[in-house]
T-cell receptor, first 110, second 115 residues
Framework: TQLLEQSPQFLSIQEGENLTVYCNSS?????LQWYRQEPGEGPVLLVT?????EVKKLKRLTFQFGDARKDSSLHITAAQPGDTGLYLC??????????FGDGTTLTVKP | DTGVSQDPRHKITKRGQNVTFRCDPI?????LYWYRQTLGQGPEFLTY????????KSRLLSDRFSAERPKGSFSTLEIQRTEQGDSAMYLC?????????????FGPGTRLTVT
């Protein structure tokens, strides 16, 4: 079983703070996706990283794929209450099928 | 709106009843996936289709679960003789098999409650 472990499980911060969440595995993935999910809704795709060492930026969010393509991180600068949600990482190896981590629940307090 | 749609959004049923959920993928996507998500967990893979062919089923998918995609467009997921342990959010996603095929686009989900 290819497991993706996400940490921390829960994170509560004040508006304006910076944070980093992690996604780690012992397996190599062809690509890794980050999603954000709000209560009662489906996950929304944020980014895909494919190349080891790749860094992608999406406004205040910075995503990095590890050199060995086994881990990834998501850094948020100057968090806002609208960033609140469940952040999920998902890794792909076999055609089509993705394995999801259990997510980091982020709460940003005004 | 041309995203993935699911129907119904919520379903409450009594134990032992059968339920069926529908998913309409993004029109140009040829792959369709079903996942199950319980509170505090990430989505758990159930099955996926490429066009009308069901290419993989999770070992977690018991004989009470069946999925179809008869014309390679919409899909249905049926659960027979529901059990309380089937209570979960059932998510459908779609993707295109060319390019970054792991980029899956999710619908809003169907919340099933078995009483």
């Amino acid at each position: 079983t290819q497991l993706l472990e996400q940490s921390p499980q829960f994170l509560s911060i004040q508006e304006g703070e910076n944070l980093t969440v992690y996604c780690n595995s012992s397996s190599v993935f062809s690509s890794l996706q980050w999603y954000r999910q709000e209560p009662g809704e489906g996950p929304v795709l944020l980014v895909t990283v494919v190349t080891g060492g790749e860094v992608k930026k999406l406004k205040r969010l910075t995503f990095q794929f590890g050199d060995a393509r086994k881990d990834s991180s998501l850094h948020i600068t100057a968090a806002q209450p609208g960033d609140t949600g469940l952040y999920l990482c998902a890794g792909g190896r076999n055609a089509g099928k993705s394995t999801f981590g259990d997510g980091t629940t982020l709460t940003v307090k005004p | 709106d041309t995203g993935v749609s699911q129907d119904p959004r919520h379903k409450i049923t009594k134990r032992g009843q059968n339920v069926t959920f529908r998913c309409d993928p993004i029109s140009e996507h040829n792959r369709l996936y079903w996942y199950r998500q319980t509170l505090g967990q990430g989505p758990e893979f159930l099955t996926y289709f490429q066009n009308e062919a069901q290419l993989e089923k999770s070992r977690l998918l018991s004989d009470r679960f069946s999925a179809e995609r008869p014309k390679g467009s919409f899909s249905t997921l049926e659960i027979q003789r529901t059990e309380q342990g089937d209570s979960a959010m059932y998510l459908c996603a779609s993707s295109f098999s060319g390019g970054a095929s792991y980029e899956q686009y999710f619908g809003p989900g169907t919340r099933l409650t078995v009483t």
